[in-house]
């Protein structure tokens, strides 16, 4: 072992004791969901079951919604298998619990630290371990490898400054890329440094390319349209602190603007900030009715994205006007035929913006010329169609990366 990943194992087992207190003190701050701080521990709160199990693993929101068209495809082509999905986040295990299929087990990740690791892995004993975009945690790898678990990492993102950090630490690097069994990258780029860094890429598949459209009540549909009435709708999805302001500066008189902020809790902050803008304001969490004056509405939900793209003429995607976020998933209003627009810090998602932008589905602006992007694509119908039918055709080739990745995991999954 290389002498990088020696002093990690060892740091991580003299912390340990303090991983209690932390998550005691993230809970108290809403960062953890209190009641289940043992999972993190890798106290499970479910038995096994018996039989084959398979265990994905999605660090947040993003990467586990990725994964729930592969979990949907592993139980419906092998039902004799269990399959377990950690994640991260509160919001990520609030979203799963909506969107897993029946017979799936969702537990919080468990920290990375050696007897936490051992303690989690004894309970669920995987067959396979399947890890998704950039999670490479010593401790749970090894592990799992000495417990002869086959691993996979799928749809793997690294971004150049990730890239740098591992290469102070190559012996590492290769170690624990070296404990997969399979190594698929999300981007050519990502392909390239992880074979800088000693891994054996096979090939180049995209989970967040994959996906059935986002679900919504009809009734619902139709019951926002009604109260929307004939007015354009700009939603500003998945939004981070300040851009809520940027898409209100750009959105035109006469429309009605929708903020889905990506953290749910930052809507009534998000809804005094628009205010200060002199914006009529509601609320959908607090009630407050959608009328014909309401210039800003403040979809601070969980799982009703369906529902708000449904209703929407543009979709302005967050976490791209400013640096450090990277962006969200553009295929998401692509998939239901709504023109996206971004800012030109998506870098997430920048081989899927490239593409979608060279296909006519997506526009990619800085953050100065939102403020005329948006009224002309409004005021362009024309436009507006084309790319609702480029998005529409563009989404729908996510399906081939799916059956590509099932081909490649299928070989490592237990007999």
């Not at 079951?49 to 999605?58: E, R, S």
Request: include cysteine.
């Amino acid at each position: 072992m290389s002498l990088g990943l020696s002093l990690y194992r060892g740091v991580t087992a003299i912390a340990q004791p303090l991983a209690g207190p932390i998550l005691r003190g993230r809970a108290r701050r809403g960062k953890e969901d209190s009641a289940r701080l043992g999972e993190r521990l890798g106290q499970a709160s479910r038995p096994r079951p018996d039989g084959p199990l398979v265990w994905l693993h999605a660090a947040s929101v993003g990467e586990s919604l990725s994964i729930l068209p592969l979990v949907d495809r592993l139980r419906a082509e092998r039902p004799d298998t269990a399959v377990l999905v950690t994640s991260g986040t509160v919001t990520s295990a609030e979203l799963l619990a909506q969107r897993l299929p029946p017979g799936a087990i969702h537990q919080f990740a468990p920290v990375d630290a050696p007897a936490v690791a051992r303690r989690f892995l004894n309970h669920w004993r995987p067959d396979l371990a399947i890890f998704v975009e950039s999670e490479l945690w010593p401790n749970l790898l090894l592990e799992a490898r000495k417990r002869n678990v086959r691993l996979a990492l799928v749809s793997a993102r690294i971004t150049d400054e990730s890239a740098t950090g591992w290469r102070r630490a190559p012996g590492a690097a290769r170690k624990l890329l070296g404990c997969f069994d399979l190594v698929l990258a999300q981007d050519t780029a990502s392909a390239q440094r992880l074979g800088w860094m000693g891994g054996h890429v096979e090939g180049v598949d995209n989970l967040k390319l994959v996906g059935e459209p986002l679900a919504a009540d009809a009734k619902a549909v139709a019951a926002l349209k009604k109260a929307i009435g004939k007015r354009p709708v700009i939603l500003a999805a998945s939004t981070h602190p300040g851009e809520e302001e940027l898409i209100a500066s750009a959105t035109p008189p006469g429309a009605l603007l929708i903020v889905a902020p990506r953290h749910p809790d930052r809507g009534e902050g998000v809804a005094a900030s628009l205010a200060v803008l002199g914006l009529t304001v509601a609320r959908r969490t607090a009630g407050e009715p959608l009328s014909a004056t309401t210039q800003a509405y403040v979809a601070d939900t969980l799982g009703e994205m369906g529902l708000l793209f449904s209703v929407a003429d543009v979709a302005v995607m967050g976490g791209g006007f400013g640096p450090g976020i990277g962006g969200h998933n553009p295929l998401e209003p692509a998939r239901l035929g709504v023109p996206v627009v971004s800012g030109p810090h998506a870098f997430n998602f920048a081989e899927v913006y490239a593409a979608m932008q060279e296909a006519g589905a997506a526009l990619v602006v800085e953050a100065w010329d939102l403020k005329a992007a948006i009224p002309d694509l409004l005021a362009d119908t024309a436009r507006r169609a084309s790319m609702k039918s480029a998005a529409l055709a563009f989404a729908s080739q996510g399906a081939a990366a799916l059956d590509d990745t099932w081909a490649r995991l299928r070989r490592l999954l237990p007999r």
